[in-house]
């Protein structure tokens, strides 16, 4: 914007002040016009004031003069309407361009929209996305890792002496261990036991003390 206006300094005023000069000068013939139109009139009432006296010759000429009168207002008139439709065409012109401007500068900004949603570059997108994500995810696999290889320990031969171990201990089969012993042991803190749930082993103390009560009774 600040080397169109080195270039063009004074572009938009010189149109602004064309318009308003335009205006004026229509100004300017109306009251012509009307100076005219007061000369007409006059020069016909003179002309009927002169058929009274009876000067033919000098009535014709005041009726010259009305009519020489009238043709400039027409003439004029005429030289206005053309103005005032040019000064309307650069109105309708400038509205026009203003127009031109807002829809090119939408399409623009519609074109750099398109660009940025087309179709190819979203699926191209989501593509990098999915293979963004797997590689994350096999990141965390590496992360996470097999301890018996990542710690270099061997553990099949204890594996096998402690299944052995316990084949033997049960005659060459192995235990049937009840399911309420199949839980792991947990290496954190037991979670405190809600309200009204108990464990077999508390109920079984329970069941003992009645049993002492009763027969201590």
Same mark, same amino acid.
């Given at each position: 914007?600040?080397?169109?206006?080195?270039?063009?300094?004074?572009?938009?005023?010189?149109?602004?002040?064309?318009?308003?000069?335009?205006?004026?000068?229509?100004?300017k013939i109306a009251l012509s016009n009307k100076t005219?139109?007061?000369?007409?009139?006059?020069?016909?009432?003179?002309?009927?004031?002169?058929?009274?006296?009876?000067?033919?010759?000098?009535?014709?000429?005041?009726?010259?003069?009305?009519?020489?009168?009238?043709?400039?207002?027409?003439?004029?008139?005429?030289?206005?309407?053309?103005?005032?439709?040019? *000064? &309307?065409?650069?109105? %309708?012109?400038?509205?026009?361009?203003?127009?031109? /401007? !807002?829809?090119?500068? +939408?399409? #623009? =900004? $519609?074109?750099?929209?398109?660009?940025?949603?087309?179709?190819?570059?979203?699926?191209?997108?989501?593509?990098?996305?999915?293979?963004?994500?797997?590689? *994350? &995810?096999?990141?965390? %696999?590496?992360?996470?890792?097999?301890?018996?290889? /990542? !710690?270099?320990?061997? +553990?099949? #031969? =204890? $594996?096998?002496?402690?299944?052995?171990?316990?084949?033997?201990?049960?005659?060459?089969?192995?235990?049937?261990?009840?399911?309420?012993?199949?839980?792991? *042991?947990?290496?954190?803190? %037991?979670?405190?036991?809600?309200?009204?749930?108990?464990?077999?082993?508390?109920?079984?103390?329970?069941?003992?003390?009645?049993?002492?009560?009763?027969?201590?009774?």
């Open positions: 914007m600040a080397i169109k206006k080195k270039l063009f300094p004074r572009k938009g005023k010189e149109k602004t002040e064309l318009v308003i000069q335009a205006k004026a000068h229509i100004r005219y139109n007061k000369r007409a009139e006059i020069a016909r009432k003179n002309a009927k004031i002169a058929i009274k006296r009876g000067e033919r010759t000098r009535a014709k000429n005041y009726l010259i003069h009305h009519k020489q009168y009238q043709m400039k207002v027409d003439r004029q008139n005429n030289i206005r309407s053309k103005i005032e439709r040019q *000064i &309307e065409a650069i109105s %309708e012109g400038r509205m026009i361009s203003m127009t031109g /401007d !807002l829809m090119g500068g +939408i399409r #623009d =900004e $519609l074109q750099t929209i398109a660009t940025t949603v087309a179709p190819e570059k979203i699926a191209e997108i989501a593509e990098d996305s999915e293979l963004y994500v797997s590689e *994350i &995810e096999e990141s965390a %696999e590496i992360l996470a890792g097999d301890p018996e290889i /990542d !710690l270099a320990i061997d +553990i099949t #031969d =204890e $594996l096998n002496q402690l299944e052995t171990e316990m084949l033997l201990e049960q005659g060459g089969q192995m235990p049937e261990v009840p399911d309420d012993e199949l839980a792991y *042991i947990s290496d954190f803190e %037991e979670i405190e036991e809600e309200p009204g749930v108990k464990t077999k082993a508390k109920l079984e103390d329970e069941i003992d003390k009645l049993r002492k009560e009763l027969e201590g009774s």
